[in-house]
């Protein structure tokens, strides 16, 4: 089938068995592919209420049928399980050149289940996979790990865990070659719980294309849009980080755990521009990307030295500057690397010590608690502690390991407003005071609160305007929750697509939907219509949300967080809170949630999910 | 209040005077160094039958040149902005966030990207006290 491998993997670590598998074409046309192919697995052949971290739940891995293609910013793919950080539905997406290997190794995606009673890797070279030991790497941090994988063959592609991993930090992350990371949701710890320390991949093959001359023509178009997006400018010359000057002024940055909303100084130290002119040494660039959006950074000299080596994205250059106070970009580069080699999501990591320092600066928890550290606004040297502490479990680093929710609990501050998260997710480094749609699309994401699994930020800060997918502004105003629910429900349904398809959603900011569409069409030979893709948003946003169902999620926990309601006295998101009941209200009719939040039989039964419907009403 | 025919000499006096009396302008734009022009397409069908080449020029916080110019001077800017009508009617009206219409690809910006991202505060400021100035534009005249 073109696009596809037409395999998949499946390991059983606990047995050592391999084997392989297909799936049928009406499931690919249904879900397409990443993480929407991987929920479909895991409802239908596995138990959702085991434990994350026990052997029975599967880890996955998935890609896209555009993955491999050549297609430009086709390098995505999706990394999948029930989330140890937050007991529901975990993914997360990655750059790199990882999905574009494993589909040369002939694989379309890989689950694998069970645990390794010591240390292993999984190998996967042109279609054969073994497993082997792992004792040396065990305990070696993500650059070291991948070092001494690659020191073997340099051709190996690599995702590898590091400590905290191996530790089961509950925000854990996984290393791709050292320079793209799946941050969120603690997938790392599921790889760990398995005692796996990396998979490593190779290949040859070429993956097949229904008409290889549309695809060219699409694939050279899509370069020209590409090269005429300011957008894709923007992001080559200042990384992610651009947004941090555009967004201070907008009243998207958070500032000192959510409660300042404006500090020019801390966006002038820590912007891409400042990025751009200090410790940049170069742009890198995904697999088939011409935009190259990465950092690659170098601290020479002073008390936060690095090797060169990946840069912080925006949100890191938030939950470790403006998050928690600190003015010193060389900082922030520092405690990137460190989570980087730990092993560890920036997110997570700078938001539960944020939310630490509050907690510290109240006189909640006490120098004792705080095992001697002063964790005061903006100490860094404190922080990098922190960090290494939280991989090893060591000390208040055991408790914060958790994440700040379960972290809260343990420090008696459990429903204070310093909590900052959604379903157990703390939120990414955009206000939803400032714009009213993120806050919606944070209260209804299927992984807790996630900025990248649908395009609203695009649409509501006006990245994009798609009149030609659906009715939208050009030009909202972040500050309102009016027509919000009906932007957020259609960003979603595009924006999840950026995912199945395994396409960058900065790409598809910068490319025409047609173009993606054709791409796509060109390379399966679906020949879908936009609405055929829209659907398949819906169905996977929905699919997901059966899931979560099922794992006890309901009306009660689509709420956004105390902080997020209490209006900033500054900024231009001053005064500004997201009306909760409106958006939710208006968003779940559109949705076709019922007043539980969960999908009606009609929407189910709309979107062809009849498992679910199976599961959800009997 | 005085109103002005856009796109005119008298119009960008006008502007250029109200930046010229904001101290928040003089504050925000104390870094600043430069000319931007502004290249508005012609528009027939608007009642602009020309394209319009516009020169405005910034020094820390000052207001130099501000004048209707040819397209080789326009062409000499540090910074180029270059865009339909309706578009920047939208812009100077507060229809569309400039910031926006550059993202979109509804207006082209030549020039140092990295700068203007660094000073988007100033470049905001100006075009805020561009809508403060009581404007009839070609296609209402």
């Given at each position: 089938?073109n696009?596809?491998a037409?395999?998949f993997l499946e390991?059983?670590?606990t047995?050592g068995?391999v084997a392989?598998?297909?799936?049928?074409?009406a499931r690919?046309?249904?879900?397409?592919g990443?993480?929407?192919?991987?929920a479909?697995?895991y409802?239908?052949?596995?138990?959702?209420?085991?434990?994350?971290l026990?052997?029975?739940?599967?880890?996955?891995?998935m890609?896209?049928p555009?993955?491999?293609?050549g297609f430009?910013?086709?390098?995505?793919?999706?990394v999948?399980?029930?989330?140890?950080?937050t007991?529901?539905w975990g993914e997360?997406?990655?750059?790199g050149?990882?999905g574009p290997?494993?589909?040369?190794?002939g694989f379309?995606?890989?689950?694998?289940?069970?645990?390794?009673?010591t240390p292993v890797i999984?190998?996967?070279a042109?279609?054969e996979a073994i497993?082997?030991?792992a004792?040396?790497?065990?305990?070696?941090d993500?650059?070291?790990a991948?070092?001494?994988?690659k020191?073997?063959?340099?051709?190996?592609?690599?995702l590898?865990i590091g400590?905290?991993?191996?530790?089961l930090v509950r925000f854990?992350?996984?290393?791709?070659d050292?320079?793209?990371?799946i941050g969120r949701t603690?997938?790392g710890?599921?790889?760990?719980?398995?005692?796996l320390k990396?998979i490593?991949v190779r290949?040859?093959k070429?993956?097949g294309k229904c008409?290889?001359?549309k695809?060219k023509?699409?694939s050279?178009e899509?370069?020209?849009e590409?090269k005429?997006?300011t957008?894709?400018?923007s992001l080559?010359?200042?990384?992610?980080?651009?947004?941090?000057?555009?967004g201070m002024?907008n009243?998207?940055?958070?500032?000192?755990?959510?409660t300042?909303g404006?500090?020019?100084?801390?966006?002038a130290k820590?912007?891409?521009p400042?990025?751009?002119e200090t410790y940049?040494?170069?742009a890198?660039?995904?697999?088939?990307c011409p935009?190259?959006c990465k950092?690659?950074?170098?601290?020479k000299?002073g008390?936060?030295q690095?090797?060169?080596?990946p840069g912080?994205?925006?949100e890191t250059?938030?939950?470790?500057g403006t998050?928690?106070m600190?003015?010193?970009l060389?900082?922030?580069?520092?405690?990137?690397e460190?989570c980087n080699?730990?092993?560890?999501?920036?997110i997570?990591?700078?938001?539960?010590?944020?939310?630490?320092?509050?907690?510290y600066e109240?006189g909640?928890?006490?120098?004792?608690?705080?095992?001697?550290l002063?964790?005061a606004w903006?100490n860094?040297?404190?922080v990098c502690a922190?960090?290494?502490k939280?991989?090893?479990?060591?000390?208040?680093?055991?408790i914060?390991?958790?994440g700040?929710?379960q972290a809260?609990?343990?420090l008696g501050a459990?429903?204070l407003?310093a909590?900052?998260?959604v379903?157990?997710l703390?939120?990414?480094m955009h206000?939803p005071?400032?714009f009213h749609g993120?806050?919606?699309?944070y209260?209804?994401s299927?992984?807790?609160?996630?900025?990248?699994?649908?395009?609203a930020?695009?649409m509501?800060?006006?990245m994009?305007?798609?009149?030609?997918l659906?009715?939208?502004?050009?030009?909202?105003?972040?500050?309102?929750?009016q027509?919000?629910a009906?932007?957020?429900f259609?960003?979603e349904?595009?924006?999840?697509?950026g995912?199945s398809l395994?396409?960058?959603?900065y790409?598809?900011?910068c490319?025409k939907?047609?173009?993606?569409?054709?791409?796509?069409?060109?390379?399966t030979g679906f020949?879908?219509e936009?609405?055929?893709?829209?659907l398949?948003?819906a169905r996977?946003?929905?699919?997901?949300r059966?899931?979560?169902?099922l794992?006890g999620?309901s009306a009660k926990d689509d709420?956004?967080?105390k902080?997020?309601?209490t209006?900033?006295?500054e900024?231009a998101?001053a005064g500004?809170?997201p009306?909760m009941?409106l958006?939710?209200d208006?968003?779940?009719?559109i949705?076709?949630?019922?007043?539980?939040g969960?999908?009606?039989?009609?929407?189910?039964?709309?979107?062809g999910?009849?498992?679910l419907i199976?599961?959800?009403?009997t | 209040?005085?109103?002005?025919?856009?796109?005119?000499q008298?119009?960008l006096?006008a502007?250029?005077q109200?930046?010229?009396?904001s101290?928040?302008?003089?504050?925000i734009?104390?870094?600043w160094e430069?000319?931007v022009?502004?290249i508005?397409?012609a528009?027939p069908d608007k009642n602009?039958p020309?394209?319009?080449?516009l020169?405005t020029d910034?020094w820390?916080?000052?207001?130099?040149d501000?004048v209707?110019?040819d397209?080789a001077?326009a062409?000499?800017?540090?910074f180029?902005?270059s865009?339909e009508?309706?578009?920047?009617?939208?812009?100077?009206?507060?229809e569309?966030d400039?910031?926006?219409?550059?993202?979109?690809g509804k207006l082209?910006?030549k020039g140092?990207?990295?700068?203007?991202v660094r000073n988007v505060?100033?470049i905001?400021?100006?075009i805020?006290?561009l809508?403060e100035?009581?404007t009839?534009?070609?296609?209402?005249?």
């Open positions: 089938m696009g596809y037409g395999k390991v059983d670590l047995t068995a392989g598998f297909s799936l049928e074409e690919l046309k249904k879900f397409i990443g993480s929407s192919l991987a479909s697995l409802l239908e052949r596995y138990n959702l209420h085991a434990d994350p026990a052997p029975e739940s599967p880890f996955m891995v890609n896209g555009l993955v491999g293609s430009p910013g086709s390098s995505r793919f999706a999948a399980a029930k989330s140890p950080q007991g529901i997360s997406a990655c750059g050149n990882f290997e494993l589909k040369k190794a379309d995606g890989i689950v694998i289940t069970g645990r390794s009673s999984l190998s996967i042109d279609g497993i082997a030991a004792d040396k790497l065990w305990g070696k993500i650059y070291e991948t070092d001494m994988l020191a073997e063959d340099k051709g190996w592609k690599v590898a400590p905290a991993g191996e530790n854990s992350a996984i290393g791709n050292k320079a793209h990371f603690g997938l710890a599921v790889m760990g719980s398995k005692k990396a490593i290949g040859n070429s993956s008409d290889e001359e695809f023509a699409v050279k899509a370069l020209q590409i005429e997006s957008f894709a400018e080559h010359l200042m990384g992610s980080d651009v947004g941090m000057d555009l002024m009243g998207d940055v958070p500032i000192k755990n959510w300042v404006e500090d020019f100084e801390l966006s820590l912007s891409g400042t990025m751009r940049l040494t170069k890198h660039a995904c697999a088939n935009v190259a950092r690659v950074v170098a601290v000299d008390p936060y690095t090797e060169e080596g912080p994205e925006y250059c938030c939950t470790f998050l928690i600190n003015y010193d060389a900082a922030v580069i520092k405690a990137n460190l080699r730990y092993g560890m999501d920036t997570s990591a700078g938001a539960t010590i944020a939310m630490v320092m509050e907690l109240k909640i928890i006490s120098a004792q608690t705080a095992d001697g002063v964790l903006g860094m040297d404190t922190l960090l290494k939280i991989a090893c479990r060591e000390g208040l680093g055991n914060l390991a958790d700040s929710l809260a609990a343990k459990q429903g407003d909590v900052v998260h379903k157990g703390e939120l990414p206000d005071r400032g993120m806050g919606l699309a209260m209804m299927n992984r807790g609160a996630c900025h990248l699994q649908h395009a930020m695009g509501e800060q006006g994009v305007s798609w009149p030609q659906f009715e939208m502004k050009e030009d909202y105003q972040g500050t309102t929750s027509g919000k009906m932007l957020v259609n960003s349904n595009y924006g999840i697509l995912n395994s396409i960058c959603q790409l598809m900011y490319l939907p047609e173009t993606i569409r054709d791409g796509f069409n060109a390379v020949n879908f936009f609405q055929d893709l829209l398949c948003g996977d946003w929905t699919l997901k059966g899931i979560n169902n794992l999620i709420v956004l967080p902080r997020i309601l209006p900033l006295s900024g998101a500004s809170v009306d009941q958006l939710r208006e968003y779940y009719a949705r076709g949630l019922d007043a539980r969960v999908p009606t039989r009609e929407k189910l039964s709309e979107l999910l009849t498992e199976n599961k959800l009403y | 209040m005085s109103s002005y025919k856009g796109l005119t008298e119009w006096d502007w250029k109200k930046i010229a009396e101290k928040e302008y003089k504050e734009a104390k870094d430069g000319s022009s502004i508005v397409n528009a602009l020309e394209t319009a080449y020169f910034y820390h916080g000052d207001v130099r501000f209707l110019c397209e001077r062409l000499s800017a540090r180029i902005m865009g009508y309706v578009r920047w009617k939208q812009v100077a009206t507060k569309l400039a910031t926006k219409a550059l993202m979109q082209k910006l140092d990207l990295t700068y203007v505060k100033t905001n400021k100006v805020d006290l809508t100035v009581n009839i534009w070609p296609d209402e005249a």
